[in-house]
């Protein structure tokens, strides 16, 4: 990873808050961040038309102040989550005609959690219906007790419509960056997180870099998430020319080699050949967590294929150390007694579980109504018959003692006769295309006719009507980015855990499947 110095108190400089616009929708989110922006002494300066470049900031007679302009708490935690720490205050909306709303409190909750401060807009105050102190009440009960009222939450009434009250909301903003002493050390190579990105006609891929620490000048090398690039460009939100972009400034920045996605972290690196190693480096880690994570797929399908509804008959394999342990666990597995599913025992005997015993349970559990399983008793699984029941979602279970094989059974048993399931399609495609990608495998071109298809659900494909596979999803892919969920009316590329066989015409049906104790 890229070794971040660490900074000496000498080298800290004041640096401008970054702000969160968050609120119930409709309480004027995004009339407040217009308003804002009009107030700009910079934007009268320069005349430029504005962009939405995801960020902007402010010239105040007070200071600077930088603003996100995707309002609300659902970008903000998204970005949180990986670690994208931008946001310094918080302004919570909430407008004095309609109170607090249940996605005021949501905000607030987020706003919390994160341990970021909160300064409250009481908006729409021009209106006749407006209550001040009602929000103020409202949202002492939830913690934010005004200051006039002894507390230490500053609240600004405005208009976001009259353009009422921006300035105090500023001067509020400054007066809390203040008693922060937000600060930050410009003279390193910059680190910054990507706010907004996109494939732009012309300029190719331009993201929106907020800047956390140090600063990013045109020329500079750096690296971001899995891609690279370098600075040819840097632009402000009225289209302006930069040049060096400082701590807690937005900046748009073209010269990426792919489009990035919002929350990855930037960082300028000394070299064009430092840069390509730590990409190489950072897509092998990718590759292996990919792999990892398949894995895990796999793994669920075996408890899957196990717990499946309408097993009549429990086929098993019995792998032993030595023949009366073999003779000793057939006993006791005839010993169970269950109305409703027959144990059968397919094969019984001694030495390491092998290939060909998971291929037996799975041709066997293949049968309708049944399922396989290995019983390997002191014994272990050679890395060949490993490896063939994880892909083929084979279940082996090693026991050291006997009555732990019964009880284990016996919970497996009633567990298939209480558990059910109840399954909700949540979307269809149609497969439109078959490719075949080297190194890859089969990817079927999709179109999403109906819902969502969603990469950690499950899928049926049915050809003419008839059901030929049922499993998981192993990539789901917009162009080349990777995603969770692709909607109605969208094109999409997707891959199979272990199933190749699907054709031009197929359908696609996702479904989620949840346990439902009888
Ligand atoms: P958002 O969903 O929170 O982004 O809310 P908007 O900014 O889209 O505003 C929602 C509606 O409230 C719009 O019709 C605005 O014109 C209106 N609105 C916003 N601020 C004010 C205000 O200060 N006064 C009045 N009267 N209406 C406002």
Same mark, same amino acid.
């Given at each position: 990873?890229?070794?971040?110095?660490?900074?000496?108190?000498?080298?800290?400089?004041?640096?401008?808050?970054?702000?969160?616009?968050?609120?119930?929708?409709?309480?004027?989110?995004?009339?407040?961040?217009?308003?804002?922006?009009?107030?700009?002494?910079?934007?009268?300066?320069?005349?430029?038309?504005?962009?939405?470049?995801?960020?902007?900031?402010?010239?105040?007679?007070?200071?600077?102040?930088?603003?996100?302009?995707?309002?609300?708490?659902?970008?903000?935690?998204?970005?949180?989550?990986?670690?994208?720490?931008?946001?310094?205050?918080?302004?919570?909306?909430?407008?004095?005609?309609?109170?607090?709303?249940?996605?005021?409190?949501?905000?607030?909750?987020?706003?919390?959690?994160?341990?970021?401060?909160?300064?409250?807009?009481?908006?729409?105050?021009?209106?006749?219906?407006?209550?001040?102190?009602?929000?103020?009440?409202?949202?002492?009960?939830?913690?934010?007790?005004?200051?006039?009222?002894?507390?230490?939450?500053?609240?600004?009434?405005?208009?976001?419509?009259?353009?009422?009250?921006?300035?105090?909301?500023?001067?509020?903003?400054?007066?809390?960056? /203040?008693? !922060?002493?937000?600060? #930050?050390? $410009?003279?390193?190579?910059?680190?910054?997180? +990507? =706010? *907004? %990105?996109?494939?732009?006609?012309?300029?190719?891929?331009?993201?929106?870099?907020?800047?956390?620490?140090?600063?990013?000048?045109?020329?500079?090398?750096?690296?971001?998430?899995?891609?690279?690039?370098?600075?040819?460009?840097?632009?402000?939100?009225?289209?302006?020319?930069?040049?060096?972009?400082?701590?807690?400034?937005?900046? /748009?920045? !073209?010269?990426?080699? #792919?489009? $990035?996605?919002?929350?990855?972290?930037?960082? +300028? =690196? *000394? %070299?064009?050949?430092?840069?390509?190693?730590?990409?190489?480096?950072?897509?092998?880690?990718?590759?292996?967590?990919?792999?990892?994570?398949?894995?895990?797929?796999?793994?669920?399908?075996?408890?899957?294929?196990?717990?499946?509804?309408?097993?009549?008959?429990?086929?098993?394999?019995?792998?032993?150390?030595?023949?009366?342990?073999?003779?000793?666990?057939?006993?006791?597995?005839?010993?169970?007694?269950?109305?409703?599913?027959?144990?059968?025992?397919?094969?019984?005997?001694?030495?390491?579980?092998?290939?060909?015993?998971?291929?037996?349970?799975?041709?066997?559990?293949?049968?309708?109504?049944?399922?396989?399983?290995?019983?390997?008793?002191?014994?272990?699984?050679?890395?060949?018959?490993?490896?063939?029941?994880?892909?083929?979602?084979?279940?082996?279970?090693?026991?050291?003692?006997?009555?732990?094989?019964?009880?284990?059974?016996?919970?497996?048993?009633?567990?298939?006769?209480?558990?059910?399931?109840?399954?909700?399609?949540?979307?269809?495609?149609?497969?439109?295309?078959?490719?075949?990608?080297?190194?890859?495998?089969?990817?079927?071109?999709?179109?999403?006719?109906?819902?969502?298809?969603?990469?950690?659900?499950?899928?049926?494909?049915?050809?003419?009507?008839?059901?030929?596979?049922?499993?998981?999803?192993?990539?789901?892919?917009?162009?080349?980015?990777?995603?969770?969920?692709?909607?109605?009316?969208?094109?999409?590329?997707?891959?199979?855990?272990?199933?190749?066989?699907?054709?031009?015409?197929?359908?696609?049906?996702?479904?989620?499947?949840?346990?439902?104790?009888?």
């Amino acid at each position: 990873e890229i070794h971040e110095t660490e900074d000496r108190p000498e080298d800290l400089k004041p640096r401008i808050p970054v702000v969160t616009i968050m609120g119930h929708v409709d309480h004027g989110k995004t009339k407040l961040l217009d308003a804002i922006r009009h107030s700009n002494v910079a934007e009268h300066e320069s005349g430029g038309i504005t962009q939405h470049i995801g960020a902007y900031k402010v010239k105040t007679p007070r200071g600077e102040i930088t603003f996100l302009d995707t309002p609300g708490h659902e970008a903000f935690t998204a970005m949180r989550a990986r670690g994208a720490h931008v946001t310094d205050i918080v302004v919570l909306v909430v407008s004095a005609v309609e109170g607090v709303m249940p996605q005021t409190i949501e905000a607030l909750n987020h706003a919390k959690a994160a341990q970021v401060p909160i300064i409250v807009a009481v908006n729409k105050i021009d209106l006749p219906e407006a209550s001040i102190d009602r929000v103020k009440q409202q949202l002492s009960e939830q913690g934010l007790l005004p200051e006039e009222w002894g507390g230490d939450t500053m609240y600004i009434p405005v208009s976001a419509l009259k353009k009422i009250g921006i300035e105090e909301l500023l001067e509020a903003i400054l007066l809390q960056a /203040e008693m !922060m002493e937000l600060k #930050a050390n $410009p003279n390193k190579p910059g680190v910054g997180y +990507v =706010v *907004e %990105s996109k494939m732009d006609i012309g300029r190719g891929a331009v993201a929106t870099v907020i800047v956390k620490n140090g600063s990013i000048r045109i020329g500079d090398y750096f690296v971001v998430g899995t891609t690279m690039g370098r600075v040819r460009g840097m632009f402000d939100d009225t289209g302006a020319k930069v040049s060096v972009a400082y701590p807690s400034y937005p900046v /748009e920045i !073209m010269g990426f080699d #792919a489009v $990035p996605e919002a929350g990855d972290k930037f960082h +300028v =690196v *000394e %070299s064009e050949d430092f840069a390509k190693e730590i990409v190489a480096k950072r897509l092998e880690l990718k590759r292996i967590e990919e792999t990892n994570r398949i894995k895990k797929i796999q793994m669920e399908n075996a408890f899957q294929s196990l717990s499946m509804e309408n097993v009549k008959e429990l086929k098993v394999i019995i792998k032993a150390d030595v023949q009366g342990s073999v003779e000793a666990i057939k006993h006791s597995l005839l010993k169970i007694e269950n109305p409703e599913v027959k144990i059968s025992i397919l094969h019984a005997a001694v030495g390491a579980v092998l290939e060909s015993d998971v291929m037996l349970a799975e041709v066997s559990a293949s049968q309708e109504g049944s399922a396989a399983i290995i019983l390997a008793f002191r014994v272990r699984a050679d890395a060949m018959a490993k490896e063939r029941a994880e892909q083929q979602g084979v279940t082996i279970k090693r026991f050291n003692i006997i009555y732990e094989i019964t009880d284990y059974i016996e919970g497996l048993l009633k567990n298939m006769q209480t558990v059910e399931y109840k399954e909700n399609v949540i979307g269809t495609a149609e497969i439109r295309e078959v490719y075949k990608i080297k190194d890859v495998g089969k990817v079927a071109g999709c179109y999403v006719t109906q819902g969502f298809i969603r990469r950690a659900e499950n899928v049926r494909i049915y050809r003419e009507g008839a059901l030929v596979w049922s499993g998981k999803i192993l990539a789901l892919k917009r162009f080349k980015d990777d995603v969770s969920e692709v909607q109605e009316g969208f094109e999409c590329g997707m891959s199979f855990v272990n199933y190749e066989n699907f054709k031009k015409g197929d359908i696609v049906e996702c479904y989620t499947r949840e346990e439902v104790k009888k």
